[in-house]
């Protein structure tokens, strides 16, 4: 999390010595409207929050549906998965530095409404370029929203009852995405006025206008801490090529056939890169303000935790994806039946947050191997089950995926914590902006590799689902993935030895 310094509640700045003298007429007034206040802009910070949790999951949900409402190919599908995520993680590099100069409040509105918009375009769009299109600038504003949300959750509180708002804050967000899946299934099975798939992006909507309107009176409107900061565009600008270059290959690899000049195009994000650092040295000798620190990537634990975390969040959203297809065009189940299913991960990872959320200080680097031990256990028992039975239902299906959800509840709270333990306080701020991009480019190459290994072996071009199911690749395709989800898991698993062992405190 960032270091940002607490803020004095403008509520209190109206307090007098006659106001202490009457608690219990005057305070309990104010200290009422007070809380209201509070709660009201926390409300529209959790708002910007769902937004980007329903969005960066629609997929697992909708994916058929809108593969067969716009005849998409197994490349364009992953495209508009990989999309969004591949968008954040570029934008996040610059959403944070322009809360810095231009204030939290301003960009959290400037990001709602552009995600509002871009919303608006997803739900009409009429191509997978279209489509594709729409995601990218829903991943920009995401990209320029979500920085600003713990900044002003500290604005908001201060420092007595910032700890009141996290409790809420981490059930709120848990419970949102338990009921995200089933919500999305709920929308298209119920089809409003025939918009299928595309209610998910409308629903938006009312949520992105309630924000913006609620917001616009609410929220603290502070100075920038570093107002008039020049943002380095340029150096945005190549780090959105190279990590295009990267996921180009596995998305469309098969596709074309793995032609050999696919190992071109990843070679080619190398020199790249080191343009990239050239630059950042550059502007750091001229006194001008870097992307990054360049100081966290000389530290080891730091960039150990940089792999751990496109590693895991590489595996989970990718095995996510490739679940949810598994369930609708593996085994034909209706979009809101597969939700259903889904909903055993959230629900695992709702209960392991909470013992995640104790192990952070009490335990530290430890709880993220049990997580992980956990996880493995979770994927080995739904091979298993896949293996052995004649007929997949909730019994082969559920158990393990809860499983799954507590293992993968318990690494998400601690995770940014550990790795940021031996961070300095000056590179708070550059190292997590950093670890968010990395995260989201994780997300998008675990969505890019294991959704190629999936349609590779389900070969949907060879007469379809049904010809799929019925010569069992539907299977296959899913004990691949989750073969290579075990092999992440252990990836993760060796990693994790050299992240720091205690966990960064809060407000350091």
Known sequence: ??????????????????????????????????????????AVILSAMILNILDSTILNVAAPSIQSDLLLSASALEWIAAAYTLAIAVGLLAGG?????????????????????????CS?????????????????AAAVMIPQTFGLIRDIFGPADIGKAFAAF?????????????????????????????????????????????????L???????????????????????????????????????????????????????????RQRGRIARGETPLVELSV????????????TMV???????????TGLFLQIGLGLTPMKAALYLAGFAVGAFFGSGVGAWATTAIGRPILHVGLAIMTVGTTVLY????????????????????????????????????????????????????????QLGASLGVAALATLFFATIRLEDGGPVAAATAGRHVLAAEHTLLVSVVLIGVAFAVGFLLPKKAREMGH
Not at 98 to 113: E, N, P, Y
Not at 297 to 308: A, E, M, Q, T
Not at 391 to 413: E, K, N, S
Request: proline fraction near 5%.
């Open 1 to 42: 999390m960032r270091n940002e310094s607490f803020l004095i509640d403008p509520y209190l700045r109206g307090m007098t010595t006659s106001t202490l003298e009457r608690p219990t007429e005057v305070v309990t007034e104010e200290q009422s409207a007070t809380t209201n206040g509070k709660w009201i802009g926390f």
């Open 97 to 121: 530095r322009l809360g810095d100069a231009f204030g939290r409040k301003r960009m959290l509105m400037t990001g709602l409404v552009g995600f509002v918009a871009s919303s608006v375009l």
């Open 124 to 140: 009409v769009a009429w191509s997978s370029e279209s489509l594709i299109a729409g995601r990218v600038l829903q991943g920009l």
């Open 170 to 218: 981490g059930p709120a967000i848990g419970l949102s995405t338990v009921l995200g899946p089933v919500v999305a299934g709920a929308l298209i099975e119920l089809d409003p006025f025939g918009t299928d798939w595309r209610s998910l992006f409308l629903i938006n909507v009312p949520v992105g206008l309630f924000a913006i309107v609620v917001g616009r009176r609410v």
């Open 220 to 278: 603290p409107a502070n100075e920038p801490a570093h107002r008039g900061a020049r943002l380095d565009w340029v150096g945005i600008a190549l780090t959105a090529v190279v990590s295009f270059l990267v996921v180009f290959p596995l998305v469309e690899g098969r596709t074309l056939g793995w032609p050999v000049w696919l190992v071109g195009v990843v070679a080619a994000a190398a020199p790249l890169l080191y343009v990239v650092g050239r």
């Open 297 to 308: 990537l000389r530290k080891r634990s730091y960039v150990s935790g940089v792999v751990f």
């Open 312 to 322: 895991f969040f590489g595996s989970i959203v990718g095995f996510s994806l490739t």
């Open 384 to 439: 298993v089950s896949l293996r052995a039975a004649s007929d997949i239902g909730w019994v082969q299906l559920v158990p393990g995926m809860v499983v799954y959800g507590l293992g993968m509840g318990m690494i998400f709270v601690p995770l940014f914590s550990i790795i940021m333990g031996e961070i300095e306080d000056h590179e708070v701020g550059s190292a997590s902006g950093l670890l968010e991009s990395f995260q």
